[in-house]
T-cell receptor, first 112, second 110 residues
Framework: EAQVTQNPRYLITVTGKKLTVTCSQN?????MSWYRQDPGLGLRQIYY???????DKGDVPEGYKVSRKEKRNFPLILESPSPNQTSLYFC???????????FGQGTRLTVV | QQPVQSPQAVILREGEDAVINCSSS?????VHWYRQKHGEAPVFLMI?????EQKGHEKISASFNEKKQQSSLYLTASQLSYSGTYFC???????????FGTGTRLKVLA
């Protein structure tokens, strides 16, 4: 089954404790991206990757890091989480930035 | 800057029609439409590329006017299952960034 898998689905952490949210896709997609969703603000792109080892900033990259060492995986790293990073996060993949995107089920992150 | 969607929210009765608009301040290469139900991931509806095309998907169709940098989503004879939040997503010429609109909450009542 074609899918994008995110883990964990829910996470509560404390300020400053490094965390990683994993994202994996099994569709051989070139393009992967991370979004955060906040009430009233819709989905905002954090980082995207056009291919292995090629990443670039989206609209809200501050406080986040990503890496793309393999085509299927695109982890999101928060080196020092802060409460303003409490949000619902989605990973998505597609063949290119202009084709249908498939979303993971989301990760609800709370930073206290 | 995020594309602006209008209206922000709409309530319909089953069988009624609705139009959701998406307007960008930047030149667009493509426009995507997604629907998200509460607590779920967004689901792809359709994509429109430069060229002013119009597409249909069952009773949902869309148009893209690249000169005006606008897209509209048309929902006809709405069903209860159409309820959710609709987002337009835009790819801008010359960049691989992808920007979603602010969303339109649609509720269909029986």
């Amino acid at each position: 089954e074609a899918q994008v898998t995110q883990n964990p689905r829910y996470l509560i952490t404390v300020t400053g404790k490094k965390l990683t949210v994993t994202c994996s896709q099994n569709m051989n997609h070139e393009y992967m991206s991370w979004y955060r969703q906040d009430p009233g603000l819709g989905l905002r792109q954090i980082y995207y990757s056009m291919n292995v080892e090629v990443t670039d900033k989206g609209d809200v990259p501050e406080g986040y890091k990503v890496s793309r060492k393999e085509k299927r995986n695109f982890p999101l790293i928060l080196e020092s989480p802060s409460p303003n990073q409490t949000s619902l996060y989605f990973c998505a993949s597609s063949f290119s930035g202009a084709t249908e995107a498939f979303f993971g089920q989301g990760t609800r992150l709370t930073v206290v | 800057q995020q594309p602006v969607q209008s209206p922000q929210a709409v309530i319909l009765r089953e069988g009624e029609d609705a139009v959701i608009n998406c307007s960008s301040s930047k030149a667009l290469y493509s426009v995507h439409w997604y629907r998200q139900k509460h607590g779920e991931a967004p689901v792809f509806l359709m994509i429109l590329l430069k060229g002013g095309e119009q597409k249909g998907h069952e009773k949902i169709s869309a148009s893209f006017n690249e000169k005006k940098q606008q897209s509209s989503l048309y929902l006809t004879a709405s069903q209860l299952s159409y309820s959710g939040t609709y987002f337009c997503g835009t790819a801008t010429s010359g960049t691989y960034k992808y920007i979603f609109g602010t969303g339109t909450r649609l509720k269909v009542l029986a």
